[in-house]
Each structure stands twice: as C-alpha cells, then as structure tokens.
C-alpha cells in the first residue's frame, strides 16, 4: 500500500464546477504540499499545509491531521485549470502520491 | 533570486556512457531532492539530502550517486547509463520542514534524459 493515496486518479469536469480532489497518508507528518503541473511543464507549489486551511484565490486547501486526510478544492474551475495536481508529505524525505489528473472543458 | 536552476535541460546518452546533473539553488535551502518521472508512476525518490556533506538513498537509488559538497549544489551522476534510466529528472529544495513558516517546495524545471 502506498504511504500516499490520492483520489480520484482522473476527474473531467466543465467549466463552473466546483472541484474535489483527496489525499490520505499513512505517516507520520510534519507537513502537506499540494503541487500543480502542466503537461509538459514543471513544478508549481500551491499550498503547504500543518493545520487548518488555507485559501488562494479559487484554491481551498485542508488538512485533517488526526484523520491523516487533506482534501484540494477548485472553486469555479476553468479549462486553465487543467493539470496533474499532486499531493506530498514531509518525514523526513519527501514522499509523492501518484497525482490526480484533472481536465476542464469549456 | 533564480530559485532551483536544473542543467542541462535535455540530453541523450548512450548505454554505458556517463554524466552529472546539476542543481543550484539561490534559497539558502537544507533540503535538496532528485526525482525521476516516468509515465503512470509518479515521482520517485532517488536520493536527497539535509545539509551540506550529508546523503541519503531514497526509492530508487540503484545505478546514481550524489554528492552535496556545497549547501547551494545537489549532483546526481550516473556512472554507466541504462536505458532504464531515461526519464523526467526534477530536483527540489526546501527548508526544514515545519521549522519555517510558509515554506513551500521550490523545484527545477526538469532534465529531460534519454539513454539508446
């Protein structure tokens, strides 16, 4: 079983719509990034998370340390919006889920 | 500030030849990653280090070697190169987890490996 579990692994949706994306860890933590790429491009960093939540423009990002459980909204979703988003958590090396690819249709 | 800097950009390699990856990065960052992407599996750790003069082996260490003489440079070499290993190579750096508020990944644009 992988330390990091993202669901779903695809998710289409059209435009508007508001999105879910999930990550379970089985680890000890001392913290959560979630990470946008392109097809084709690099590495963004969106949120890093010990606690709570945290909000940048339509990005929400939660964590639930007792649950081991965070969660990645999209509110308003637009076809820019389509990439892998990718959860991580800090032990003491970095440790990837496999991703959640996302696609927006107008 | 020009953040985590990957050189070279792409490269082809023959099997049994060698080379070194560079990462550099401007952020005073203890922390430093190499990563190597593969289609459908994700980002794999392949070693990474906590400071200057300190290595450690991460998921799939077989076949490279690293070395963090400077806190700025993260090396990864591969010393007889397989096919096996063509693939998306990311370095990343951070500070200290949980020691610094609102420190995120910074990360590389990628090495784009192919060994025939």
């Known amino acids: 079983k992988n330390e990091v579990e993202q669901s779903p692994q695809n998710l289409t949706a059209q435009e508007g719509e508001f999105i879910t994306i999930n990550c379970s860890y089985s680890v000890g933590i001392s913290a959560l990034h979630w990470l946008q790429q392109h097809p084709g491009g690099g590495i963004v960093s969106l949120f890093m998370l010990s606690s709570g939540k945290k909000k940048h423009g339509r990005l929400i990002a939660t964590i639930n340390i007792q649950e081991k459980h965070s969660s990645l909204h999209i509110t308003a979703s637009h076809p820019r919006d389509s990439a892998v988003y990718i959860c991580a958590v800090n032990t003491d090396k970095l440790i990837f889920g496999t991703g959640t690819r996302l696609q927006v249709f107008p | 500030n020009a953040g985590v800097t990957q050189t070279p950009k792409f490269r082809v390699l023959k099997t049994g030849q060698s080379m070194t990856l560079l990462c550099a990065q401007d952020?005073?960052?203890?922390?430093m990653y190499w990563y190597r992407q593969d289609p459908g599996m994700g980002l794999r750790l392949i070693h990474y280090s906590v400071g200057e003069g300190t290595t450690a082996k991460g998921e799939v260490p077989d076949g490279y070697n690293v070395s963090r003489l400077k806190k700025q440079n993260f090396l990864l070499g591969l010393e007889s190169a397989a096919p096996s290993q063509t693939s998306v190579y990311f370095c990343?750096?951070?500070?200290?987890?949980?020691?610094?508020?609102?420190?995120?990944?910074?990360f590389g644009n990628g090495t784009r490996l192919t060994v025939t």
């Open positions: 990343a750096s951070s500070h200290i987890p949980g020691q610094v508020l609102n420190s995120p990944l910074h």
């Open positions: 952020m005073n960052h203890e922390y």
